[in-house]
């Protein structure tokens, strides 16, 4: 008897597919930031990120154990990308304090035009109330604070070097630092909202500075 010759499927089965190719986890958080981008944060599923890459249903778990873990994963690249621009920013020779702060506004308004989306998650997960609270471990959890921390870091050392050299009032850094903070957060919100023109915006970044330093009253 002649054997009959073995039917191959042109299409693996899900639990057939490799587990990766390559850097399965960098893949994942790029393909979940486009989709982030394109159709919102409810359209995120781990089963079709895995779908996607053309791996198995289960090789994404190897990575983030669930959506929100995903979620974390995205809001702390987020982060590690901003604090980057800021830190640049913040870093700029040669420039006076007016200067500073304009270099770091732009930075982060620049991001915030880039990635609007990105943005409303990083802060969304900031403050999640499914989010457990620092451990004292390396998890993503602390990983996210200690990036949150870093984002603000920046304006803060500003703040504090200022004082020192008189350029700007005494008082609580921290809270300097949440006044200047919430105005450009303010403005990002504005841009990303559409209530205001980011190209303006950006153009009028000097007198908006300006005005912050000096405070509204008259001279």
């Known amino acids: 008897m002649v054997p009959m010759p073995r039917l191959s499927s042109s299409s693996p089965s899900p639990s057939a597919r490799p587990y990766h190719h390559g850097d399965l986890r960098a893949a994942l958080l790029k393909s979940a930031e486009r989709t982030l981008r394109e159709k919102g944060v409810g359209a995120l599923s781990l089963r079709e990120l895995a779908r996607a890459a053309g791996v198995s249903h289960a090789a994404p778990g190897r990575h983030f154990k669930d959506k929100q873990a995903l979620l974390d994963a995205l809001a702390l690249d987020g982060y590690e990308r901003l604090n980057r621009a800021l830190d640049a920013a913040a870093e700029s020779p040669g420039l006076d304090l007016a200067g500073r702060l304009t270099a770091l506004a732009r930075a982060y308004l620049g991001f915030a035009v880039e990635n609007p989306e990105l943005l409303e998650l990083m802060f969304a997960r900031k403050h999640a109330p499914d989010r457990p609270a620092g ?84 001279r």
Not at 140 to 148: M, N, Y
Not at 191 to 201: N, R
């Open 135 to 218: 451990s004292g471990t390396s998890d993503s959890a602390d990983l996210l604070a200690a990036a949150v921390d870093h984002s603000l870091g920046s304006l803060t050392r500003m703040t504090a070097d200022a004082q020192e050299r008189g350029e700007i009032v005494a008082g609580d850094p921290e809270r300097i630092t949440m006044v200047a903070a919430a105005s450009m957060h303010g403005l990002a919100s504005l841009i990303t909202s559409c209530a205001l023109d980011a190209e303006e915006v950006l153009s009028g970044l000097d007198e908006h500075v300006r005005l912050l330093l000096n405070g509204l009253r008259p």
